[in-house]
């Protein structure tokens, strides 16, 4: 059974919201699903991803295969560099706890610039609202001048 982890579309029309599970294959998008790992809100600015990161590589070590999609969201919470730090430990690379003082840099260097990332898109926001409307009028277009010897030659054909 080919398990896979995507995501499942709630909320109402042009209004999306949805939840990241754990599914069979074979199941239908908004169908049967085996776990809830988490929840997906893309008209926020940034898009609001709340995500178990536990359960999320618990999944992906047992062979779950995230969609393209849900690939990112997992890359943007840090849960596949997680998963090659492990692999990392596990090849005996580095000990565990190093493994988690370079996650916990990333971390939060990575949340310094999301929250920076949000601040400046609030400021831009702000200013926008804080600009005078200015109605933009359309110039009038100018006719365009045709030479006289191409008239000419026109009327001769």
Do not use: C
Not at 16 to 24: E, G, N, S, T
Not at 50 to 70: C, F, M, N, S, Y
Not at 79 to 104: E, I, S, Y
Not at 119 to 125: D, E, I, L, N, Y
């Amino acid at each position: 059974m080919a398990v896979k982890i995507r995501l499942q579309r709630h909320g109402s029309k042009k209004r999306p919201f949805y939840f990241i599970v754990v599914a069979d294959a074979r199941a239908p998008r908004d169908g049967k699903f085996i776990q809830k790992i988490g929840t997906y809100n893309p008209l926020t600015v940034p898009a609001t991803i709340q995500l178990d990161r536990q359960k999320a590589l618990e999944w992906l070590h047992k062979g779950a295969i995230p969609t393209d999609t849900v690939r990112r969201i997992l890359s943007f919470k840090g849960v596949l560099f997680l998963k090659h730090l492990l692999r990392g430990v596990k090849l005996g690379l580095f000990d565990d706890a190093t493994a988690m003082v370079k996650f916990q840099e990333w971390h939060i260097q990575h949340e310094a610039d999301t929250n920076r990332r949000a601040q400046a898109h609030k400021k831009a926001q702000k200013e926008r609202r804080n600009q005078p409307f200015v109605r933009k009028v359309a110039e009038p277009v100018a006719e365009t001048v045709v030479p006289t010897e191409v008239q000419a030659e026109g009327e001769e054909a």
